[in-house]
């Protein structure tokens, strides 16, 4: 079983402050709820040093093996090019483990983390 994607619903909570009038540092955690997973279930055929697949199927679930609340602690900055634009950037970083290392026989930390870079325009 390879899990392709995960699908998560997160409420990210932060505060932030302006050290300068165009910057703004902030920080926080966004605590998330595993709400799916697509997986591709292999079947293969493994003896004297080959290893032939004999079929392969798209699938959800699986849900059951990774752990349903997952902990991301963010950091990031805004900086504003103007009064209404700005640029942001923010790292998050996994505080919790995502496997259930008992179903996959191991200790491994296999958290997750992405860095964004955005462009933001207030309309209002």
């Given at each position: 079983?390879?899990?392709?994607?995960?699908?998560?619903?997160?409420?990210?909570?932060?505060?932030?402050?302006?050290?300068f009038?165009?910057?703004?540092v902030?920080?926080g955690?966004?605590?998330?709820?595993?709400?799916?997973?697509?997986?591709?279930?292999?079947?293969?055929?493994?003896?004297?040093?080959?290893?032939?697949?004999?079929?392969?199927?798209?699938?959800?679930?699986?849900?059951?093996?990774?752990?349903?609340?997952?902990?991301?602690?963010?950091?990031?900055?805004?900086?504003?090019?103007?009064?209404?634009?700005?640029?942001?950037?923010?790292?998050?970083?996994?505080?919790?483990?995502?496997?259930?290392?008992?179903?996959?026989?191991?200790?491994?930390?296999d958290?997750?983390?992405?860095?964004?870079?955005?462009?933001?325009?207030?309309?209002?």
């Amino acid at each position: 079983v390879h899990t392709n994607k995960a699908h998560f619903i997160s409420l990210p909570l932060s505060i932030g402050f302006r050290p300068f009038s165009r910057v703004q540092v902030k920080g926080g955690v966004a605590p998330g709820i595993l709400l799916e997973t697509e997986n591709t279930l292999e079947e293969r055929f493994v003896s004297h040093g080959k290893n032939e697949l004999l079929s392969s199927n798209e699938t959800r679930g699986y849900r059951s093996s990774f752990k349903a609340l997952q902990v991301t602690a963010t950091i990031g900055a805004n900086y504003w090019f103007s009064k209404r634009n700005n640029i942001q950037f923010t790292l998050h970083k996994g505080l919790t483990d995502f496997s259930k290392n008992e179903v996959f026989g191991n200790s491994k930390d296999d958290s997750t983390s992405r860095f964004e870079i955005s462009l933001n325009r207030v309309i209002w």
